[in-house]
């Protein structure tokens, strides 16, 4: 029942910008952490993005720090990806993921999107 639909992918040159949104449905939205991972071929999973419940707080990975913006918009289910100056290192799948832990790390809720593939070419 739970769905996180990942869209706005695609092939970008070096430099450009790509705007990605998630939308949720399925779940009591502004209970969860909203994130962002990507994961390119041969490469494991990481974190490039979070934002907390009321769209105040993110976080960021070093590798993307200055050139993405995160955010969420609650009365719409969405959290979005704002990706500029794009380097052919951020070519991966983008996943979008929603996590909360109502009573600690033991039982963590957590679900996952298809994710949307983005491309930069140098």
């Known amino acids: 029942q739970v769905a996180l639909i990942e869209s706005g992918g695609g092939l970008v040159q070096s430099g450009g910008s790509l705007f990605l949104s998630c939308a949720a449905s399925?779940?009591?939205?502004?209970?969860?952490?909203m994130n962002w991972f990507r994961q390119a071929p041969g490469r494991e999973r990481e974190f490039v993005a979070t934002v907390s419940w009321n769209g105040k707080n993110t976080y960021y990975a070093d590798s993307v720090k200055g050139r993405f913006t995160i955010a969420r918009d609650n009365a719409k289910n969405k959290v979005y990806l704002q990706m500029d100056s794009l380097k052919p290192e951020d070519t991966a799948v983008y996943y979008c993921n929603a996590v909360r832990s109502p009573t600690g790390p033991q039982d963590k809720i957590d679900y996952w999107g298809q994710g949307t593939q983005v491309t930069v070419s140098s």
């Open positions: 399925g779940l009591t939205f502004d209970t969860y952490t």
